[in-house]
């Protein structure tokens, strides 16, 4: 039995139905599980989209089984996804999680559903991203001739887990922030990317809402990896102002293509090399923002 998709959708019914159309070339589809959480209404403006969303996906065929799961309040991004993975996990073990501006090509559900049988007994992979910023994917492959490889930087974008994995998220903030504080873990914590300090200050800060970098400080936390193609099977149609929480990123557009995946070719045990972990080490890294965030850090100490 295939892995079961979760889709978080609020207030883009063009963006959800070109997610959905996308999913249905993948011909696992048809005997895939699909869950669709609607979050509810956080302005009286976005009520109709919401409704129109919902209407949609009440037709929606092509798939094994489709659960729409509607919330009369907006929980917000981080909340749904909390909700409604656990929810989903509480009845599989694995998941294939998407939002809905992701459009994904044809191997996408053949790609993860090939992963989260190959390790699900290695434990030091936590979970699966069916997307790499091009440029970055393709350095990694030229220098190192990884198709797949390991980094200790989780994705929010077409990722897939396990149940065993979820289950032992930390989702409070004070002992997040005690893991942070000792062992010198800010300073290894930043190695694994500069940019993501940053997020997870402004989460301590409620600056954002972001459940994606409590994930990914999570694997951190456990010593475990994310495994990433070389190449993308997604691409995020969402940075065009629309989304609540996408800004636009050129550097991160794909041009979506069909390429043919080898479940062969996935090494029996990835490797997670050093010139992948430089690369994302100094992504979106700016020297001014270090020193600042490690103030903010500092004064954080005072409150946490």
């Known amino acids: 039995m295939f892995a079961p998709i979760a889709i978080f959708t609020y207030n883009r019914p063009e963006h959800f139905r070109q997610t959905i159309r996308h999913l249905l070339f993948n011909k696992e589809a048809r005997d895939t599980d699909l869950y669709v959480f609607s979050d509810g209404a956080r302005l009286e403006k976005d009520k109709a989209v919401v409704d129109e969303i919902r209407a949609y996906v009440a037709g929606?065929?092509?798939?094994?089984?489709?659960?729409?799961?509607?919330?009369?309040?907006?929980?917000?991004?981080?909340?749904?996804?909390?909700?409604?993975?656990?929810?989903?996990?509480?009845a599989h073990e694995n998941i294939i999680v998407m939002e809905d501006d992701i459009c994904v090509n044809e191997n996408f559900l053949n790609f993860h559903n090939h992963c989260l049988a190959s390790y699900q007994a290695n434990e030091e992979i936590w979970s699966v991203s069916g997307f790499v910023i091009p440029e970055i994917g393709e350095a990694i492959h030229s220098r190192t001739v990884e198709e797949y490889f390991l980094t200790q930087r989780a994705s929010s974008w077409g990722w897939s887990t396990w149940k065993d994995r979820w289950e032992k998220v930390v989702w409070d903030e004070q002992a997040l922030f005690a893991y942070l504080s000792k062992d010198g873990n800010y300073k290894k914590y930043y190695a694994t990317g500069g940019d993501k300090i940053r997020m997870l200050l402004d989460r301590f800060e409620k600056k954002n809402?972001?459940?994606?970098?409590?994930?990914?400080?999570?694997?951190?936390?456990?010593?475990?990896?994310?495994?990433?193609?070389?190449?993308?099977?997604?691409?995020?149609?969402?940075?065009?102002?629309?989304?609540?929480?996408?800004?636009?990123?050129?550097?991160?557009?794909?041009?979506?293509?069909?390429?043919?995946?080898?479940?062969?070719?996935?090494?029996?045990?990835?490797?997670?090399?050093?010139?992948?972990?430089?690369?994302?080490?100094?992504?979106?890294?700016?020297?001014?923002?270090?020193?600042?965030?490690?103030?903010?850090?500092?004064?954080?100490?005072?409150?946490?």
């Open 209 to 304: 809402n972001s459940w994606a970098i409590i994930w990914d400080f999570n694997h951190f936390m456990q010593g475990t990896y994310c495994l990433y193609p070389y190449r993308s099977f997604i691409r995020n149609i969402g940075l065009d102002h629309t989304g609540v929480h996408s800004k636009p990123r050129t550097e991160y557009d794909v041009a979506l293509e069909n390429w043919d995946f080898k479940p062969e070719k996935l090494p029996v045990k990835p490797v997670s090399p050093a010139y992948a972990q430089e690369r994302f080490k100094t992504l979106n890294r700016k020297f001014y923002r270090d020193v600042l965030d490690f103030i903010r850090y500092r004064g954080l100490k005072n409150k946490f």
């Open 60 to 90: 929606i065929q092509g798939f094994r089984n489709v659960f729409l799961f509607s919330s009369e309040m907006n929980l917000g991004l981080k909340a749904s996804i909390k909700k409604g993975v656990s929810q989903v996990l509480s």
